[in-house]
């Protein structure tokens, strides 16, 4: 077996020992089935799915008042199913544009609610966020959205707002990469495919009293309400998603749960930076406070050279690193799947990289 280092942006690099604990059990999970094979309500399976949700309020503290919901559609359909559950009887909601992600949210509620852009990070060309004693915030909103990382950008929040009351956060690229103090949300999501588990399934966190207001004309699949009193079992769910996403949190908790996990991104990320920063062939643009953890745009001195640091980096077993085309360059993705090795295998082949072509 020969595996590599993966540094795509999601779908991403899973942990080994989650796909070979995976493996080990794929034709015999339960009574001589596989997991894909049992019924969402078997007894088995309610278990998994009651275990899945104990150490996800394990890993992040979720308060009681707050409901765990594991939906399927990625993070997109929530772009939809937020206005629908949350607007009730109001008509504004705010959004903070902080790149691509804030914009197809943006995109999607403009369909369903008047949308106020209270800031945006145009103006830096989406290499910062917008300071909160900026933000614009309409008196009527039913919420205000957020993007806590910008997975093309590589932008990330270090801190959050307080005093709003319905804060929206979409987690997506940084969910569970360190400990979020969740009362300070209404709701948070995030879809499985970078530091959760397979696409397909995503996670929503939803304080009581945002319940009940969904408008008649929410897809019940995504009627937060519904599926909270179903236990997210309204229909079929992504029954293998589901169970590769418990792997992946018994594998968190193993590790020590979200501040080990903190540590050791905080450590990748600062390592990629310093080498970055460090060099006159490499750049990040971000502004350094908000630079992401997860996430790490970068450019080479020239841009000729893009392709020959691919190509070269493939054999050395470093996969995926070739950068959105809106930004151009690189991209690390070092999600929690990341080893410390990865990134510090990827630095000592970016000064090599250098060294011959700089
Ligand atoms: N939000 C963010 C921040 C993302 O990075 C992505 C996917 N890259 C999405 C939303 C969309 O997620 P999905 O593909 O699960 O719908």
């Given at each position: 077996m020969s595996r590599t280092y993966n540094f795509s942006a999601g779908p991403s690099m899973m942990p080994l020992a989650v796909l070979?604990?995976?493996?080990q059990e794929l034709l015999d999970w339960n009574d001589g089935m596989s997991v894909m094979e049992v019924?969402?309500?078997s007894n088995a399976f309610l278990a998994l799915i009651a275990g899945c949700e104990e150490k996800l309020r394990l890993l992040l503290h979720i308060p009681a008042n707050y409901k765990v919901l594991f939906l399927p559609g990625g993070a997109t359909l929530q772009f939809a199913g937020i206005p629908l559950n949350l607007l009730g009887d109001k008509k504004h909601v705010d959004y903070i544009d902080t790149g691509v992600w804030s914009q197809k949210a943006i995109g999607e509620a403009k369909h369903y609610a008047t949308v106020?852009?209270?800031?945006s990070a145009k103006d830096s060309?989406?290499?910062s966020v917008p300071e909160f004693e900026e933000w614009q915030l309409s008196k009527d909103a039913a919420y205000v959205h957020i993007t806590p990382n910008e997975t093309i950008q590589g932008v990330e929040y270090q801190g959050f707002?307080?005093?709003?009351?319905?804060?929206?956060?979409?987690m997506s690229s940084t969910f569970l990469s360190r400990p979020v103090d969740v009362a300070k949300f209404g709701l948070l999501y995030a879809g499985a495919q970078k530091n959760m588990g397979p696409a397909g399934i995503a996670v929503v966190i939803v304080r009581d009293d945002l319940l009940n207001k969904a408008s008649p004309l929410t897809p019940v699949i995504t009627n937060?309400?519904?599926?909270?009193?179903?236990?997210?079992l309204y229909n079929t769910p992504p029954t293998f998603n589901w169970y590769m996403l418990n792997l992946v949190l018994e594998w968190l908790v193993e590790q020590g749960g979200l501040v080990s996990m903190a540590a050791i991104n905080q450590r990748k990320a600062t390592e990629l930076y310093n080498a970055i920063d460090g060099s006159s062939f490499y750049k990040n643009p971000v502004v350094k406070k908000y630079r992401s953890w997860m996430n790490i745009p970068f450019t080479l001195a020239q841009e000729n050279l893009d392709s020959l640091f691919l190509t070269e980096a493939e054999k050395v077993g470093l996969m995926n690193l070739k950068g959105h085309r809106i930004v151009g360059g690189m991209r690390a993705s070092i999600y929690?799947?990341?080893?410390?090795?990865g990134v510090r295998t990827l630095i000592a082949f970016m000064q090599d990289f250098e060294r011959r072509h700089g």
């Open positions: 070979k604990r995976a493996q019924s969402h309500r106020n852009v209270a800031a060309n989406y290499t707002p307080t005093g709003i009351e319905n804060l929206v956060a979409d937060y309400t519904v599926q909270a009193q179903e236990h997210s929690n799947a990341m080893p410390e090795e």
